[in-house]
C-alpha cells in the first residue's frame, strides 16, 4: 500500500492505523510517488491527498490511471478541504473513494480492509 501526503504526520498516522494488516509505504508528493512506482514497485492500493506541491493528488490520478502498468491500481482520495468539486474531479480522474480530513478512523479501515480483499479487520471490527 502506498500512501501520498506532504503532511508528514497524516502519512505517520496512516502508517500506523494500516500498518498492523499491510505493508505501508509512504511518499510526500505525487512526483515521488510516481518516481517511486517506476522503479518496480506495485501496490495494491494507493491512498493520496488532493492538495500537494509540485504534483496535485488529481494530477498523479490522471497519470496513473493513463499508465499501462498502474492503471488498475485503487486510489482513495484525501482531502483537508470541504470541497465538493475538487471531489468530482478526483473520482472522474479515477478515484474510487474519497475522504475528508479528519475522517473517521474506523470506517476508514473498514473501507481498505474492504477495497484490498483482507478479512482480517485488526481491532476495527
Not at 23 to 30: E, I, K, L, M, N
Not at 65 to 79: C, D, H, N
Not at 96 to 102: A, N, T
Not at 108 to 124: D, R
Request: hydrophobic share 40%; glycine share 8%; charged share 25%.
Amino acid at each position: 500500500m502506498l500512501v501520498i501526503d506532504d503532511d508528514k504526520s497524516i502519512c505517520w498516522l496512516l502508517e500506523k492505523l494500516l500498518g498492523k494488516d499491510f505493508d505501508v509505504f509512504t511518499q510526500t508528493s505525487g512526483l515521488k510517488a510516481l518516481k517511486w512506482l517506476n522503479t518496480g514497485n506495485k501496490p495494491d492500493l494507493i491512498i493520496s491527498d488532493v492538495n500537494m506541491p509540485q504534483l496535485s493528488g488529481g494530477v498523479f490520478v490522471e497519470n496513473l490511471k493513463k499508465s499501462g502498468l498502474f492503471k488498475e491500481i485503487p486510489v482513495v482520495m484525501l482531502s483537508g478541504y470541504d470541497n465538493e468539486k475538487e471531489k468530482e474531479k478526483a473520482l472522474a480522474a479515477g478515484a474510487i473513494s474519497f475522504y475528508q480530513k479528519p475522517f473517521n478512523p474506523e470506517v476508514f479501515i473498514k473501507e481498505i480492509h474492504e477495497l484490498t480483499g483482507n478479512n482480517k479487520i485488526g481491532n476495527y471490527a
